[in-house]
Structures are given as structure tokens and as C-alpha cells.
């Protein structure tokens, strides 16, 4: 199984400030024959299920506000958001789709400061 | 736009099985290009991938679970469900059914979740 790690486990930021979540994987989850990188990250508020907003790490999901961004490649990622906003506060996941058994991170829960 | 909508019974006693359903409307099961899966999340933790069936009623299960799972289809009623057999209080989870594209696979569209409880 591939092992996904997340950095911190939870964080608080200022309205309008960056916030930056880190993930790792045991494993590249870099698929070298169309160079994609099968990384998704969720955003899951409190009573809600998980909503995608980034797939193939870096690919943001249609209406997904453009201050989340996703970055990184092969073990290393990183999830964005660039300002702050009250909205956002939620628990985010990693989560890779490489192979079977799909495996999520932690979770890293954001808050406002 | 295509949604899912998890079904089945909030409680049930330890060693039975547990068996939800997830009605979609909005889209096929049948359909080629996505596999329909479940997850789940126990109270105040991460998620667990369960396991996925296409629509030609291959599956793929989580190892962890493999021998204690059933994921099966019903094109009639285009819906799929999840049997977890001999379940124990660590099954206590809110039990999400998402759609999958069939080569890309993350998890794209979520039910709302439904939670079951394991208790005698």
C-alpha cells in the first residue's frame, strides 16, 4: 500500500493570509507514461461529505475558487490557498489514486486565526 | 447532474452483516466510463477506501477488508450496494458511495453519507 503523510496536522491562518498544506507518499505516484501525477486533494467541511478540488495534483476542479492551487510531483505536494477565507475553514485530505488500495492522508484541519 | 444517495439500516449488532445501498440518479451504472465505489469515515478520523465494481461487474477491494466484502450491481434499479460481513464496532463509520472516472481515479462525485452504528 502506498502511505500518504500530511504536514502540519492542522494550522491557522489570518483572513486573506497563504496557507500551506504539505503531502507525501511512500511511493512516487508519478505514472511516467503520461507524466501525470495521480494526486487529488478534498476539502471537507464539518457534516459534509469530502469535495474534490484538485485532481492530477495541479488540475483544479470546475468551479473550485482559483486561490486553491496544487503543486508538486513524484512523492512531494503541496495544497495552496492563497487567501484565506472564512469558507475555507474545513479539513483537508490528500489522496492517491496510483494504485489499489487508493490511500488518503491524515487530514490537516485549517482554521482562521 | 448525476447524484448518489447512500440507503440501509443506522444500526446493526456486532457479527452481522452490515448491506447499504447507493441509488444513482442523474446517470447509468451501466455506463463504461466510471466505477462506483465506497468509502468510509469513522467518527473524528480519516477516510478508507472499501472498494470499487464497474459496470461489468468486475471488482476491486481493499485488501484490509477483502474477505469481509461484497460490492454488487443492479442495472434494473441503477443502484449498487456494499455487504460487510462479521462487523465489529470498528465498522462504526459514516459510509460514503462515490463515482469514479474509469481511467482517472479520483473520487469525483460523493453521496451525503450515511452513518451506521455497530452496537448490540
Known amino acids: 500500500d502506498i502511505e500518504m503523510t500530511q504536514s502540519p496536522d492542522s494550522l491557522a491562518v489570518s483572513l486573506g493570509e497563504r496557507a500551506t498544506i504539505k503531502c507525501k507518499s511512500s511511493?512516487?505516484?508519478?505514472?511516467?507514461?503520461?507524466?501525470?501525477?495521480?494526486l487529488a486533494w478534498y476539502q471537507q467541511k464539518p457534516g459534509q461529505p469530502p469535495k474534490l478540488l484538485i485532481y492530477?495534483?495541479?488540475v483544479r476542479e470546475s468551479g473550485v475558487p482559483d486561490r486553491f492551487s496544487g503543486s508538486g510531483s513524484g512523492s512531494d505536494f503541496t495544497l495552496t490557498i492563497s487567501s484565506l477565507q472564512a469558507e475555507d475553514v474545513a479539513v483537508y485530505y490528500c489522496?492517491?489514486?496510483?494504485?489499489?488500495?487508493?490511500?488518503f492522508g491524515p487530514g490537516t484541519k485549517v482554521d482562521i486565526k | 447532474q448525476v447524484q448518489l444517495h447512500e440507503s440501509g439500516p443506522g444500526l446493526v449488532k456486532p457479527s452481522e452483516t452490515l448491506s447499504l445501498t447507493c441509488t444513482v440518479s442523474g446517470g447509468s451504472v451501466s455506463s463504461s466510463s466510471y466505477y462506483w465505489s465506497w468509502i468510509r469515515q469513522p467518527p473524528g478520523k480519516g477516510l478508507e477506501w472499501i472498494g470499487y465494481?464497474?459496470?461489468?461487474?468486475?471488482?476491486n477491494y481493499n485488501p484490509s477488508l477483502n474477505s469481509r466484502i461484497t460490492i454488487s450491481l443492479d442495472t434494473s434499479k441503477n443502484h449498487f450496494s456494499l455487504k460487510l460481513s462479521s462487523v465489529t464496532a470498528a465498522d462504526t463509520a459514516v459510509y460514503y458511495c462515490v463515482r469514479l472516472p474509469h481511467n482517472n481515479n479520483y473520487m469525483g462525485v460523493w453521496g451525503k453519507g450515511t452513518t451506521v452504528t455497530v452496537s448490540s
Open positions: 489522496q492517491q489514486y496510483y494504485s489499489t488500495p487508493f490511500t
Open positions: 465494481i464497474y459496470y461489468s461487474g468486475s471488482t
Open positions: 492530477w495534483s495541479s
Open positions: 511511493q512516487s505516484v508519478l505514472y511516467n507514461p503520461n507524466n501525470q501525477n495521480y
